[in-house]
C-alpha cells in the first residue's frame, strides 16, 4: 500500500535536476525528481533520486532504477514514520 505522503508529488522526468551553486538540492516540498546519468565506475546507467517531504526533509539515493530508487524512498518513509 502507498504511502500518503508519496501520492502528494510532482514529478520532474529525468531531466536535469535542480541545485543551488552548493549543490544542493532545489527538490521542493512534497515533491520527486531524478536524473539518470552514466556511470563510469560501474559502467552502466545509473538514477540520482531526490524526495522532499512535505515537512521539508531530504530523501537522496542513487540506484540502477527509479523502481528501486522510490522502493528506498518508500521504506524510508515507513521508518521515518514509526
Same mark, same amino acid.
Given at each position: 500500500?502507498?504511502?500518503?505522503?508519496?501520492?502528494?508529488? $510532482? %514529478?520532474?522526468?529525468?531531466?536535469?535536476?535542480?541545485?543551488? %551553486?552548493?549543490? $544542493?538540492?532545489?527538490?521542493?516540498?512534497?515533491?520527486?525528481?531524478?536524473?539518470?546519468?552514466?556511470?563510469?565506475?560501474?559502467?552502466?546507467?545509473?538514477?540520482?533520486?531526490?524526495? &522532499?517531504?512535505?515537512?521539508?526533509?531530504?530523501?537522496?539515493?542513487?540506484?540502477?532504477?527509479?523502481?528501486?530508487? &522510490?522502493?528506498? &524512498?518508500?521504506?524510508?518513509?515507513?521508518?521515518?514514520?514509526?
Amino acid at each position: 500500500m502507498e504511502n500518503q505522503k508519496t501520492k502528494l508529488l $510532482t %514529478i520532474n522526468k529525468g531531466g536535469k535536476m535542480k541545485t543551488d %551553486i552548493n549543490g $544542493t538540492s532545489q527538490c521542493k516540498k512534497g515533491e520527486e525528481s531524478f536524473e539518470v546519468f552514466y556511470s563510469n565506475a560501474l559502467k552502466k546507467e545509473m538514477v540520482q533520486y531526490d524526495f &522532499r517531504t512535505l515537512d521539508g526533509e531530504l530523501f537522496s539515493v542513487v540506484k540502477s532504477t527509479l523502481e528501486k530508487c &522510490r522502493a528506498c &524512498r518508500d521504506e524510508w518513509l515507513l521508518k521515518k514514520d514509526k
